[in-house]
């Protein structure tokens, strides 16, 4: 469907992943000292980046690998944005002439360029008149955004004891790391630009614990993951719960855009503000995320 204003349509490919905001990058973990292991700090918003803003036609699915969704909230970022799917189920702030809307990383925008951020169109008529096709904006990456529930695990159709790809959701921040449990240690796992977690030489046949790390250095531990593809797995397992590893970095090291701005917000609330006379990102703290992207975009 062709928009006003809007970018060239692009094709998205199922072997594509989305990636986190770089921007969540800048999120500074804050350790407590004699703090509670399992009470994370709060965590600064990122800077905010100015940019614009186009639109297409989302359904939550995408390159992240997430599930449709009906009346999604959503956006797809640009590869320098994507980071390869570090950005993937990550959380945006968007601001632009009508309003502020949160929405979540779930797509890759291949000509889209740094700072340039293509929403749903249910997102961009929350911001903007969809008549104008593309404004300017600003966004920031939410640190610690609402959960709306445990932590899901879905195994990939082809996996079996000889090669397993699990793919996460409901973890608020993007995820750094994801670590398979062999024995009395931890074994990395592969993250693809699709937003599976891969252990290409297989790891039996289960059940598996991982433990997985945010961006903001969060960790929580998911045991008793089965091996039953293409099945979604409820785990009862909070990503707040867990306690902030001492040794990791967020992912990556520097702002998305070149067009960040220079101040960077000095709140230490868990999650972004709204901008002033905006409104209030639709509650998203508390509304269920939406979780994927059409392979359709213009």
Not at 114 to 137: C, M, Q, Y
Not at 224 to 253: D, F, H
């Amino acid at each position: 469907m062709a928009l006003l204003g809007a970018v060239p349509r692009r094709y998205l490919f199922g072997g594509i992943g989305a990636v986190l905001v770089a921007c969540i990058a800048v999120t500074v973990v804050l350790v407590r000292s004699g703090s509670a292991a399992c009470a994370a700090p709060a965590v600064p918003a990122a800077a905010k980046v100015a940019g614009k803003a186009t639109f297409y036609a989302a359904t939550g699915a995408g390159n992240c690998s997430f599930d449709t969704v009906s009346a999604p909230l959503v956006v797809a970022l640009g590869p320098s944005d994507y980071r390869a799917g570090a950005a993937c189920g990550g959380y945006l702030d968007v601001s632009g002439p009508k309003g502020t809307v949160r929405v979540k990383v779930t797509d890759k925008c291949p000509e889209c360029a740094a700072g340039h951020i293509d929403l749903s169109r249910e997102a961009f008529t929350k911001i903007a008149n969809p008549v104008d096709g593309i404004v300017p904006i600003t966004f920031r990456t939410v640190a610690d955004p609402g959960l709306p529930g445990a932590v899901t695990v879905r195994v990939k159709e082809g996996s079996s004891q000889y090669w397993l790809a699990l793919r996460f959701d409901n973890h608020g921040n993007a995820l750094s790391s994801a670590e398979l449990k062999v024995g009395s240690g931890w074994q990395k796992l592969q993250r693809t630009d699709f937003n599976y977690w891969i252990d290409e030489s297989g790891a039996g046949s289960g059940p598996f614990t991982v433990r997985l790390t945010d961006s903001t250095g969060r960790q929580t531990v998911v045991p008793n993951i089965k091996l039953t593809p293409e099945k979604v797995q409820g785990t009862g397992v909070n990503m707040y719960s867990g306690a902030v590893a001492k040794a990791a970095t967020p992912a990556g090291s520097k702002p998305a855009s070149a067009s960040a701005s220079a101040s960077a917000s000095t709140s230490t609330a868990p999650s972004a503000s709204a901008e002033p006379g905006a409104t209030t990102a639709e509650a998203a703290d508390a509304a269920p995320p939406p979780q994927r992207i059409s392979n359709t975009c213009n």
